[in-house]
C-alpha cells in the first residue's frame, strides 16, 4: 500500500514541476497566444494535482476504515 502512495506523491511532484516549467515559458514568451498556451498548460498540470490530491486523500481515508 505504501507503494500506491509513495507513487501518487511523486505524481503531485512532477505535476507542480511541470506547472513552473510551464510558468516558466509563459513568462518567457513574448507572443500573447503562445504565453495564453502555456498559462493554460500550467492550468491543466494544476487540475492534474488537485485530482492526484484528491485520490491520495481518498485511498488514505479508506487504509484508516480498513484498519478498523
Not at 6 to 31: C, F, N, P, R, T
Not at 46 to 58: M, S, T, V, W
Not at 60 to 68: F, G, N, Q
Amino acid at each position: 500500500m505504501q507503494q500506491i502512495l509513495d507513487g501518487i506523491l511523486e505524481a503531485i511532484e512532477d505535476e507542480i514541476k511541470a506547472q513552473k516549467h510551464y510558468q516558466m515559458l509563459a513568462d518567457k514568451s513574448e507572443d500573447p497566444k503562445v504565453r495564453k498556451f502555456f498559462e493554460q498548460l500550467k492550468i491543466d498540470e494544476e487540475n492534474h494535482e488537485k485530482i492526484l490530491r484528491n485520490r491520495y486523500e481518498a485511498f488514505i481515508k479508506m487504509l484508516s476504515i480498513d484498519k478498523e
